[in-house]
């Protein structure tokens, strides 16, 4: 029982994220110090993202053979993401409205943190830009490209070979990656709260439990009826993909877990060809948990300088978001840019809020990486039935469940 327990990397990362709690709590400049612990960790995972999706979708569209799917699986995909981005959108300031976790806010430390970078934000997205500055939709398309060409050629029986071949090599260095997970979840929580410290919670504890419940619900209700729909218990898929949620927990990042869980969704079933491209597509245009926490903060920043938003202000801040929102990922405080985009744009709640945000939204991080992070598995789950290329007996397998149709 406790070599077993020893040898689970589950145990480890917990280990790791209670003690990076500890030390950035009773020594906070050596939990700052711990910083590349967690920044390289995520920097050495990141290498394997492009190789993965490369391998990935040209395997998968090669070996697909009906390349009319493909176009099929993107246009689902993209409307897909539209529809539950929207949702989650909705959700955040319902949700925000109902618990007004912005009413009785002491805005007096506002004049006392800059936040003079963000006040000459654009609320224009040039795409042509973030096509260029994002690596992994230039990876998707180019892999897509080359998995089209290479089905055409009389060679591909010996294309793909290869290509197992060396892919099977990259997932082993992966998984060898992967052990060091524990020392990257401790140098990113250490970092956290020696950084920010518990204390800077408190001020504005009821938006974070606020953010936190919303996005629970929104995981276990919303994103748990679309599982739900073709007979999936989201609950068995957490504790399937509870190592690198607690990866994720551990960096606040999604990307240090996001080859893992391509790997993990192929293995439970979905064909190879609809995770390549559902996932990365996904990590850019699939951002629940951005999407509620941008609304969320919208709605709170308007209660505390006690502003009664009209429904056409609320109406012009959705669709504000739902095209800002779509710029948010692996971009460095892109949160607030796009945060004071909008608020820039509907010219009703001043910029200067953003100053209350600054010291909860690392804690918040999280939330958002967990939730975007499920999002793009149930993406992936739901396309992958939808268009019946998904294998619920290894499923079952995956979940070390009995499958009832034996």
Not at 381 to 405: C, L, Q, T, V
């Amino acid at each position: 029982m406790i070599k077993k327990l020893l040898s689970n990397l589950t145990f480890w990362v917990l280990i790791a994220i209670t003690g990076g709690v500890l030390v950035g709590h009773f020594s906070p400049a050596t939990g700052v110090a711990m910083q590349p612990l967690g920044k390289y960790f995520i920097e050495v995972v990141k290498l394997f993202i492009s190789p993965i999706i490369l391998f990935t979708i040209i395997i998968g569209i090669s070996g697909m053979g009906d390349l009319k799917k493909v176009g099929k699986v993107g246009g689902k995909a993209l409307l897909y993401f539209e529809i539950v981005t929207t949702i989650a959108l909705v959700i955040g300031l319902a949700v925000g409205y109902f618990l007004q976790p912005g009413a009785g806010v002491n805005t007096s430390n506002i004049g006392q943190v800059d936040i003079s970078k963000y006040n000459n934000t654009n609320v224009s997205i040039s795409w042509l830009q973030f096509f260029k500055d994002n690596i992994t939709i230039q990876v998707l398309m180019f892999a897509i490209v080359a998995g089209i060409v290479i089905s055409k050629l009389k060679q591909r029986e010996a294309i793909l070979h290869k290509l197992y071949f060396v892919s099977k090599y990259v997932f082993r260095t992966l998984h060898f990656v992967m052990k060091l997970a524990p020392i990257g979840a401790f140098g990113g929580m250490a970092y956290t709260i020696g950084k920010y410290g518990v204390a800077t919670l408190l001020p504005l504890g009821k938006l974070m439990v606020c953010v936190y419940l919303t996005m629970a619900l929104f995981v276990l209700f919303v994103l748990g009826g679309v599982l739900r729909y073709y007979k999936i218990n989201m609950l068995h898929f957490l504790g399937y993909i509870k190592n690198e949620l607690l990866i994720v927990l551990g960096t606040s990042s999604s990307e240090a877990a996001l080859p893992s869980l391509m790997e993990k969704l192929e293995k439970m079933g979905c064909h190879k060809s609809v995770v390549g491209l559902v996932v990365p597509a996904g990590y850019s245009f699939n951002l629940d948990g951005t999407s509620i926490y941008l609304s969320m903060a919208m709605v709170f920043l308007a209660q505390v300088f006690n502003i009664e938003l009209s429904l056409e202000q609320i109406i012009t801040i959705i669709g504000i978001l739902m095209v800002t929102s779509k710029g948010a990922a692996g971009v460095t405080g892109s949160g607030f840019v796009i945060l004071a985009s909008t608020l820039t744009a509907t010219k009703v709640i001043p910029v200067e809020g953003l100053a209350l945000l600054l010291g909860v939204d690392r804690f918040m991080s999280e939330a958002r990486a967990i939730t975007n992070f499920i999002g793009n598995g149930v993406a992936t789950i739901f396309i992958s039935n939808n268009e019946k290329m998904f294998d619920r007996s290894r499923m079952y397998k995956a979940f070390g469940k009995h499958d009832p149709s034996l």
